[in-house]
């Protein structure tokens, strides 16, 4: 099992950015792929992006593309989201997540973290 620990979230104004990361400690040698889903209220979960250890490929929605940038720390332990131009509808809890492929995150079959808020309002 892999276990996850988000940090960063906070209150932003539109137009503001947040960084936001993730660790991960326990199995992690199991893990081929990382990245993060954000749960608006009364919305279901979605995909944001992912990152590919092996040769950081990365995948993005298309309601994050040029605004949104996934990367990793050195260490196969970490990964960041740092988060531009935010939007009122990003606003939601994003929540780090890791799996052994990527088609496993993005079917939401890995381990998941708690979970960091971002809120986006004036």
């Known amino acids: 099992q892999v276990q996850l620990v988000e940090s960063g979230g906070g209150l932003v104004q539109p137009g503001g950015s947040l960084r936001l990361s993730c660790a991960a400690s326990?199995?992690?040698?199991?893990?081929?792929?990382m990245g993060w889903f954000r749960q608006a209220p009364g919305k279901e979960r979605e995909f944001v992006t992912a990152?590919?250890?092996?040769?950081?490929?990365?995948y993005y929605a298309d309601s994050v593309k040029g605004r949104f940038t996934i990367s990793r720390g050195n260490a196969k332990n970490t990964v960041y989201l740092q988060v531009n131009s935010l939007k009122p509808e990003d606003t939601a809890v994003y929540y780090c997540?890791?799996?052994?492929?990527?088609?496993?995150?993005?079917?939401?079959?890995?381990?998941w973290g708690q979970g960091t808020q971002v809120t986006v309002s004036s």
């Open positions: 997540t890791a799996a052994s492929s990527v088609v496993a995150l993005r079917g939401g079959f890995g381990s």
């Open positions: 326990g199995r992690t040698f199991s893990t081929y792929a």
């Open positions: 990152i590919t250890w092996s040769d950081d490929n990365t």
